[in-house]
Every structure is written in structure tokens, then in C-alpha cells.
């Protein structure tokens, strides 16, 4: 073969070994100088996401309490199942728009696994109120909260880290609770910007230097707390039709005629009336109608007892009743010894007796409740004295020596006062007692709930459910008149 066809050698393809270990030695080199800082910054990215996450998980949370009126369980423990306890934080949040449990308990890029301690973390700053519904707190409305001016109570904290180098603690006290939602921020150096680790519960040791992979959300409840100024007016007991004769006995009888009246005081809109009807004498005067009076008790003057019928109540008498001999005073009421024109009328040998028209009042009925009003007789009192509701008879009384009091009063008996009653919806429709109110409960109160919370109203006199008011705004007013609930 000719030597020009031979063909040409080629170059050596490949590297060395020793080629081999310097370029992994350079690689060594740069990766330990790179990799460092390429996972810090991964972890900044991923702290930075979930920031952005925790208001979502915030706001689900929240939306929960307020629709399922309860205060969670937040147990910050990493061996809890997501699955275990329907009332826990994170299982809350998830029914209510934050995603699967998993999703709202685990940091993002953290995998759950029973040997997995990185989760998320809930605290209150009233720890006491974990797992109760919003009635077993605000119980009555009174003394839950400490300042209704400043109720701190209602907030809560979510924390996280996404570095499961970095372990936050399970519970935090008021002071460190009040120095996160106060004061925490980062610094320029990656520490704290106010204060030490310590003062927020965690070890400088582990943290030194890494707060931008601490994230604290917020949760401020404070806008769901409402006042609800609560009027509350007894009520008259006797209902509509009740007869008031047993209160006013001494109403009862004769008055003279057309002067009987009736009227109330501290009520409005209320009706009593007089059942009366006219009549004929109480020669007596002992304010009844005797038997010698109106001989078949129909309380009327009888043709057998006006024997003429010149209109006047006749005695039948003969010149001497007892034998004695003489006319008798009864039978002589002036004592003169004989009968005059003004004792027999008539001249028919009866004795007259001229007679007398009365009111003859048989009962007081109380035809219409009426409201209750309060009049308070010193209201610069310590506990203000409210007027009592009555009900007076008033009249003229011409005979009887004294004449019988012209004006009878009874003080009207009142029911205890109208019922409320919280309703708790987690206890299957059950009603919760939220008052139990005494006599000397003051005109009006403040009583401070959580929105979304009912109020169940009864009525005084059957103390039946009568209306739901449903707490919507942040300031409202309950009252109930003496007759009905106004909302």
C-alpha cells in the first residue's frame, strides 16, 4: 500500500486519572464553598413561601371558629394524628378552606412520618379556652375577658419553621405570647430585632442567626367580639282577664252612686275594669246586703219589699210588736211616741224608710296586661328602688261613721323576668342556662358574646322559646317591654 493511503492517526480521546482526580478535586472544592449557601437559600425560598401560606391557613382557621363556634384543641404535638380529633387546630382550619390536614399541619416542604417533630404550631393567649365552644367561654357575658376595653385575650399565634433543624417549643407563656405578637421582627444580622431568643422561648444556641426561618402569623379575634346591652322589664303576673278581687277585698260593697273609678300606676297600656251594678239600700250600713234587707238576696228591691210600690223600702209593724204597752224605739224611730208623716209616708200603717241607690262593686278584672314601666323612686341610690306597679279603687263612701276609706290600692304582683337562654350548637340543639335573673336586676346591662352566637328569648309567664336573636354586630340592643322581646 502506498503510504500516502495509509490513513493519519488519531488523537488520543479521554482524561487521564490524574486528570480525572483534579477535576473532581475542583468540583470537591466548589461545592463545599457553594452548597452551603445554595441551602440556606433554598430555606430562605421555602421560609419565604410559607409566609405566604400561614394567612391562608390563618384566615381557614378562623372562618371555622366563627362558623362552628368553638375554640380548637391546638396540641402542638408532633405524634398527634391529623386524623385523631375532629376539634383539633389543624383539622379545623382544614374543613374550613386550608387545604388537607397535612397540608395545614406540616411546614411546607416537610413530609408527615411518625419520626417527623417540624409541625406547625398554634398558641393562645388564653389557654384555658382550648376545646370549648364560644357559650362554655363567654358563659353568661359577664367576667370572661378581663377588659372588655382591651379584650388581648381574644388572639392567637401561628408558628412555624420549615427547617427541621429548628424545634419551636409547645407552649409559650403570657410574657413570651405578648413578646411575639408585640415585638418580634428580624434583624439585620438574622437575630431578633428587639430583645434575645430568650425572651421568645427559643435557644440562641440553635437559632443564632437564622429568624428568617421563623414565621408568626397573627390571628386577631378581636373583631368578633360584640355588646349586646341587654333591657330586661318585668312583667305584670295576672294575665289579661285575671280578677283582682282576692287583692282588692276591701273594694268590694257599696260606694255611693257613680263615684267609683279605677286607675294604675308605673304600667302602660294596661285596662281594668269595674264590675258594678246599682242597688237599694244597706239600712245597716255595715256595707252588705242583709238578708232583712232584701228579703230573697238578689241584691235588687223586691215588690215584697217596697209592699205599696211608692218606690221606698217599707218595714211591715204593728202598734206594739212585743206586747209591752208601749211603741218601741224600733217601732218609733224618733221616739216621740207615735208615728210621724216621715216614718209612715203614706199613711198605709207600714213604716217607711226612704230608699238609697248604691254602686255595688262585685269585682276588679284586669282586662289587658299592659306594659311595665320602671319608675325609680331615688336613682342616686346604691341599688336604685324602682316603683311598684298598682292598681287603686277610688270613690265615695257616705256612710259609716267613719265613712269606709274612699281609696283602696293593691300593689300588682310581677313575674321574675323574662328568660334568655344561650344556645350551644354543639350540644345538639340543647339550651345552654345563661340568666338566672333576680329581682334586683338593674335596668339595663352590657353583656359581651362572640359573633355568630344566639340568644334564645323566652317569655315570663310559660318561660317557652319566643324569638332567636342572632348576634351579627358589634354593638346591639336586646329589650324586652314587659309584654315582648324587641331586637
Known amino acids: 500500500m502506498h503510504p500516502q493511503n495509509r490513513p493519519s492517526k488519531m488523537p ?15 468540583i470537591a472544592i466548589l461545592s463545599a464553598a457553594v452548597l452551603p449557601g445554595a441551602i440556606d437559600l433554598i430555606r430562605t425560598q421555602r421560609a419565604v413561601k410559607e409566609g405566604a401560606v400561614l394567612p391562608e391557613i390563618a384566615e381557614a382557621l378562623k372562618r371555622g371558629m366563627l362558623r362552628e363556634q368553638i375554640f380548637p384543641v391546638y396540641e402542638n404535638d408532633f405524634e398527634e394524628l391529623t386524623v385523631d380529633n375532629d376539634a383539633y387546630w389543624w383539622n379545623l382550619a382544614a374543613r374550613h378552606g386550608g387545604g388537607s390536614a397535612n397540608e395545614v399541619l406540616y411546614p411546607l416542604g416537610i413530609r408527615p ?13 388564653e389557654a384555658s379556652w382550648s376545646e370549648k365552644s364560644f357559650s362554655e367561654v363567654t358563659s353568661n357575658g359577664l367576667d370572661w375577658l378581663n377588659n372588655f376595653q382591651d379584650p388581648t385575650e381574644l388572639r392567637l399565634l401561628l408558628i412555624s419553621t420549615t427547617n427541621p433543624d429548628l424545634l419551636l417549643p409547645d407552649t409559650l407563656n403570657e410574657q413570651r405570647f405578648n413578646r411575639f405578637w408585640d415585638d418580634w421582627a428580624v434583624g439585620s444580622d438574622g437575630d431578633p430585632a428587639l430583645g434575645r431568643w430568650s425572651r421568645y422561648g427559643l435557644s440562641s444556641s440553635e437559632w443564632q442567626g437564622r429568624a428568617a426561618e421563623l414565621n408568626v402569623q397573627r390571628i386577631d379575634l378581636r373583631d368578633l367580639l360584640c355588646a349586646v346591652v341587654i333591657e330586661n322589664r318585668r312583667a305584670i303576673a295576672e294575665a289579661s282577664g285575671a280578677d283582682l278581687s282576692s287583692a282588692l277585698p276591701a ?14 300606676t308605673n304600667l302602660q297600656d294596661a285596662e281594668f275594669i269595674i ?27 223586691d215588690s215584697g219589699e217596697d209592699l205599696n210600690g211608692n218606690g221606698v223600702f217599707d218595714r211591715i209593724t204593728e202598734i206594739d210588736l212585743n206586747d209591752n204597752g208601749i211603741l218601741d224605739i224600733a217601732e218609733d224611730l224618733n221616739g216621740n211616741g207615735v208615728w210621724d208623716s216621715d216614718e209612715d209616708l203614706n199613711g198605709n200603717n207600714f213604716l217607711d224608710h226612704p230608699a238609697q241607690i248604691y254602686t255595688y262593686v262585685e269585682a276588679v ?3 289587658k296586661r299592659g306594659r311595665r314601666l320602671v319608675q325609680v323612686e331615688d336613682p342616686s341610690a346604691t341599688i336604685p328602688i324602682t316603683k311598684p306597679a298598682t292598681v287603686t279603687i277610688r270613690g265615695r263612701r257616705s256612710f259609716g261613721s267613719p265613712p269606709p276609706v274612699p281609696v283602696v290600692t293593691a300593689t300588682l304582683a310581677l313575674t321574675d323576668l323574662a328568660p334568655v337562654a344561650l344556645m350551644n350548637p354543639n350540644d345538639a340543639g340543647a339550651v345552654v342556662p345563661l340568666y338566672n335573673f333576680s329581682n334586683d336586676f338593674g335596668l339595663s346591662e352590657s353583656r359581651y358574646f362572640l359573633k355568630t352566637q344566639e340568644l334564645l328569648l323566652g317569655e315570663p309567664w310559660t318561660s317557652g322559646v319566643v324569638g332567636i336573636f342572632s348576634i351579627t354586630e358589634a354593638f346591639s340592643t336586646l329589650r324586652f317591654d314587659g309584654l315582648q322581646w324587641h331586637y
Do not use: C, H
Not at 12 to 26: D, N, Q
Not at 113 to 125: N, S, T
Not at 257 to 262: A, N, Q
Not at 281 to 299: F, I, K, M, V
Open 251 to 264: 273594694a268590694l260593697g257599696f260606694w255611693d252612686r257613680g263615684s267609683v273609678s279605677v286607675s294604675y
Open 365 to 367: 278584672i284586669q282586662t
Open 113 to 125: 412520618g411518625p419520626e417527623v417533630k417540624v409541625i406547625r404550631k398554634l398558641y393562645f393567649a
Open 12 to 26: 488520543r480521546a479521554g482524561f487521564t486519572l490524574l486528570e480525572l482526580i483534579g477535576v473532581m478535586a475542583v
Open 275 to 301: 264590675q258594678a251594678r246599682d242597688t237599694t239600700e244597706d239600712l245597716n250600713q255595715n256595707n252588705s246586703l242583709d238578708p232583712g234587707e232584701d228579703a230573697n238576696g238578689n241584691g235588687f228591691l
